[in-house]
Structure formats: C-alpha cells, structure tokens
C-alpha cells in the first residue's frame, strides 16, 4: 500500500471503534458470564443459541458504554 500512496497505520485488531463486530463479542460474553452462567458444554451452546435468537442489530454498531450488553433486545 506504502508503494501506491496509501497513507494507513496498524490499529488495534479488537478495537470496538474501529471493529464493530468486537461490540458483539462483548455482548455475548456479558450475557453468557450475567445470565446464563454455564456450568457445562450444552448450557454454554444454549446460551448462544437464545442470545442468538434475542439479539438485533441495533446494538451492532453502538458502544459497549452506550449498549444494553446485558441483552440486545
């Protein structure tokens, strides 16, 4: 890119700001470690199963801080 022109730096790969997809995971994890709280395989499987389901995506591109991590909908 350096040889194009293309003016770019490294970012930090699980940045929220800049890798939306890390506000999931963040949701996801908040929900399996408040809620669901796993104490084997196949309850962990059901929890992302059913936050899964509840989840919109409306909560995909807003922050952890500003978010209802707790449930997505």
């Given at each position: 890119?350096h040889n194009?022109?293309v003016?770019?730096?490294?970012t930090?790969a699980?940045?929220p700001?800049?890798n939306?997809?890390?506000?999931?995971?963040?949701?996801?994890k908040s929900?399996l470690?408040?809620?669901?709280?796993?104490?084997?395989?196949?309850?962990l499987v059901?929890?992302?199963?059913?936050?899964?389901?509840?989840?919109?995506?409306?909560?995909?591109?807003?922050?952890?801080?500003?978010?209802n991590?707790k449930g997505?909908?």
């Amino acid at each position: 890119m350096h040889n194009n022109g293309v003016k770019w730096w490294k970012t930090p790969a699980e940045s929220p700001d800049l890798n939306p997809i890390e506000n999931v995971w963040a949701a996801l994890k908040s929900f399996l470690r408040d809620q669901v709280k796993p104490t084997n395989e196949a309850t962990l499987v059901q929890g992302i199963l059913g936050k899964h389901e509840a989840c919109r995506m409306q909560n995909v591109y807003t922050s952890p801080s500003k978010s209802n991590a707790k449930g997505c909908g």
